[in-house]
């Protein structure tokens, strides 16, 4: 059984850091690419980051590009999210998921966690 379980997710101000963790099971990490999307209230969901199987490409959205940065640790089957400079329209709950080819589209995922939520206020 697929398991992918977010943590790290709080409420903070504007400003202020986060680290999100995703911790994977049931797969070979090391054969997927990760990728976190997001979900604001009343909106889509959308791609943030995604980090290829050995790390060495990660795209980002460019809402997020230079604040935040994507990594993974295979021996852990773990994929982090450094969220830094968070603003309030960062606010939505935060979603890891694995896909076998690196993709910035979300139909491309084949497993999703249940998601975090990041509040942040002004």
């Known amino acids: 059984q697929v398991q992918l379980v977010e943590s790290g997710g709080g409420l903070v101000q504007a400003g202020a850091s986060l680290r999100l963790s995703c911790v994977a099971s049931g797969i070979t990490f090391s054969r997927y690419a990760m990728g976190w999307f997001r979900q604001a209230p009343g909106k889509e969901r959308e791609f943030v980051a995604v980090?290829?199987?050995?790390?060495?490409?990660?795209p980002y959205a460019d809402s997020v590009k230079d604040r935040f940065t994507i990594s993974r640790d295979n021996a852990k089957s773990t994929v982090y999210l450094q969220m830094n400079s968070l603003k309030p329209e960062d606010t939505a709950v935060y979603y890891c998921?694995?896909?076998?080819?690196?993709?910035?589209?979300?139909?491309?995922?084949?497993?999703w966690g249940q998601g975090t939520q990041v509040t942040v206020s002004s």
């Open positions: 980090i290829s199987k050995t790390g060495g490409y990660t």
């Open positions: 998921a694995a896909t076998l080819v690196t993709s910035t589209r979300e139909a491309a995922y084949e497993y």
